[in-house]
């Protein structure tokens, strides 16, 4: 009887001491934790709501680097559910990458609308507000106006200094010609002897046209010395080039005549404008182009003294005064 009292004894004992050892094991193995859900969704498990809130604050504070004005929020409360788990999930998973796929994000962004058309973006209202007053002192003629915009993603902002050339090329192309005085001939320098052309002294062009180039200022007018048959258009090196009206590319390339690099585009009707010095070239022999399209880089090729255009029209390949032309814009 005493033998039997003590073998149940220690089993008790040794049952006793399994059940403990296997609850140190599950304890060491297994962790209380709370897994975390956002709109039902879950995105990871954390040690608790404290843990939640700072990996929370880590993300806001990486949006608002970008833009301190930004607001930064979630759909809904997260919830949490406590449950054990191994220690390797812990490892294993990113909470920055999933809580950083449940926030959102809204900037307020103002966009510079000139006719309509947004020019500029800026992340405060007074610089927006300050370009728009800048253009419509220059330009009263635009409809310029500075429009709130709400956006969950923050995309480009204009810099100053591409405000500053988007500014400079809307004033130059909007504000009014003026036009030097011409001075009196006796017999338009635009004439073509009816031995040479038959048809009309301005042949007409159809389809839409645009200014050579951003400039209009006039470095050398037409026939401002002997044997000039263009107009030099004021232009840096670099400055876009655009075609009159729409075309085919007769030549674009090396013209050892003076002319440097250029392009001739004929319009039609014994119509062909030319081009000259230019630095880069940016179409070919045969292409179609459209009024305004970007045809070349102004440049200081050729016979020049200085950077400028040189716009030309001829007719029947002979040179007429560009005004002609140029006054119809």
Not at 17 to 31: D, R
């Amino acid at each position: 009887m005493l033998s039997t009292l003590r073998f149940m004894f220690f089993t008790i004992v040794a049952l006793g001491l399994i059940f403990c050892a296997v609850v140190m094991t599950i304890l060491n193995t297994y962790k209380p934790i709370y897994r975390t859900y956002i709109n039902d969704r879950f995105v990871g498990y954390f040690l608790n709501e404290q843990q939640f809130d700072e990996v929370y604050n880590d993300l806001v504070a990486e949006k608002q680097s970008i833009d301190q004005n930004v607001k930064v929020y979630l759909d809904s409360e997260p919830t949490f559910e406590k449950c054990y788990i191994r220690d390797s999930l812990l490892s294993e998973q990113n909470i920055y990458t999933n809580l950083r796929a449940e926030i959102k994000t809204e900037y307020t962004i103002y966009n510079v609308a000139v006719n309509g058309e947004n020019k500029m973006v800026f992340s405060t209202e007074d610089d927006a507000n300050k370009y728009a007053e800048n253009l419509k002192s220059e330009v009263d003629t635009l409809d310029t106006q500075v429009n709130m915009e709400k956006v969950s993603t923050l995309g480009e902002i204009t810099s100053f200094d591409r405000a500053d050339a988007i500014l400079e090329d809307l004033v130059a192309r909007n504000k009014p010609v003026e036009l030097p005085e011409p001075e009196p001939e006796p017999e338009p320098s635009y004439y073509i002897p009816p031995t040479t052309y038959s048809g009309p002294i301005v042949p007409d062009l159809t389809g839409e046209r645009c200014w050579p180039t951003v400039s209009r200022a006039v470095n050398c007018d037409y026939w401002g010395y002997y044997g000039h048959n263009g107009v030099d258009l004021k232009a840096s090196i670099g400055t876009d080039v655009y075609a009159y009206a729409g075309g085919t590319v007769t030549f674009a390339g090396w013209d050892s005549s003076g002319y440097g690099n250029c392009v001739k585009i004929n319009h039609g009707n014994n119509v062909v404008t030319i081009y000259g010095h230019c630095s880069q070239l940016y179409v070919y022999a045969g292409q179609q182009v459209t009024a305004g399209q970007l045809i070349a880089a102004s440049g200081n090729t050729g016979n020049t003294t200085g950077p400028h255009l040189h716009f030309e029209v001829r007719v029947n390949n002979i040179a007429i005064n560009p005004w002609v032309y140029l006054n119809q814009i």
